[in-house]
């Protein structure tokens, strides 16, 4: 099967342009990433998933190349802009898949709108408990680096992220820098947006069929797996083995593959 061109837009939305990447054709699919990476994060993906599906992949409002919103990042304001973007793209309805932050605004976006979301993947999404707020609590934020005129900050980022990347792709944590760079003030926000939510309220309200993907190497996400899935009723896991924080870009072809299976059982050739 050819291999579908990526290509990339601005949607005109009420609060301000969102960009977007999309590949394919036919039933749409939603892609959201961690912060603070862009849709840059799916740029492998893409073209994978768009040999099946209208794949489209946005950057969340505050990154990327999307606007920055006056107010705080939150989790509803990101899940605001999902839903924004789906009216401007006349999108009635579509599969949401989520990596890291992205998953915790797809969990919004379908216990709120659960008629516009036909079925969910949730990539290494923390579940955000009580018990993990507290955990949370005091604990230094990912990515938190405070600014320096001498550019401290950069390495500061760069050292934090690589323990959680394959030491030999130097690659994944450039591209990771490149979309911090573009944040600027803003990288840390979607982190704090995620350690002030009350998942606990919302992941019960999930009525989408939910496949929960997990990389086996992801110390946020994959000891939480289970607990996710025991809050949400229609749901089911499947660990990546060798699945890391940058599972997405890491490892697209497994990432899809899993993806494809769930959204399209009889998807071959991936």
Do not use: N
Request: charge should be negative; glycine fraction near 8%; aromatic fraction near 8%.
């Amino acid at each position: 099967m050819e291999t579908p061109v990526v290509r990339r837009g601005f949607a005109d939305t009420p609060e301000g342009q969102i960009h977007y990447a999309e590949a394919g054709r036919g039933e749409p699919v939603l892609l959201l990433h961690q912060t603070p990476r862009s849709w840059d994060e799916y740029r492998d993906v893409l073209p994978i998933l768009g040999r099946r599906f209208r794949a489209v992949a946005m950057d969340t409002v505050g990154y990327g190349d999307s606007y920055r919103p006056r107010e705080t990042g939150s989790i509803p304001l990101y899940a605001r802009g999902v839903v924004q973007l789906m009216d401007a793209l006349g999108l009635a309805r579509a599969s949401l898949v989520g990596h890291h932050t992205g998953g915790v605004i797809a969990v919004e976006v379908a216990a709120l709108h659960p008629g516009r979301v036909d079925r969910l993947v949730l990539s290494s999404c923390p579940y955000v408990d009580a018990e993990d707020r507290e955990r949370r609590r005091g604990r230094p934020l990912v990515d938190g680096a405070a600014f320096r005129p001498d550019g401290g900050h950069l390495q500061e980022l760069w050292e934090a992220r690589r323990p959680f990347y394959p030491v030999d792709r130097p690659d994944l944590a450039y591209r990771f820098l490149r979309d911090a760079l573009k944040a600027a003030d803003r990288v840390d926000e979607g982190h704090r947006a995620v350690s002030a939510y009350e998942m606990e309220a919302r992941a019960p309200r999930v009525q989408a069929d939910t496949l929960i993907l997990a990389g086996t190497e992801d110390p946020f996400s994959f000891p939480r797996m289970d607990a996710l899935a025991d809050a949400i009723a229609e749901s089911r896991t499947r660990p990546i083995p060798g699945g890391m924080v940058p599972m997405v870009d890491q490892l697209p072809e497994a990432f899809a593959r899993a993806v494809l299976e769930f959204l399209d059982p009889p998807a071959r050739g991936v």
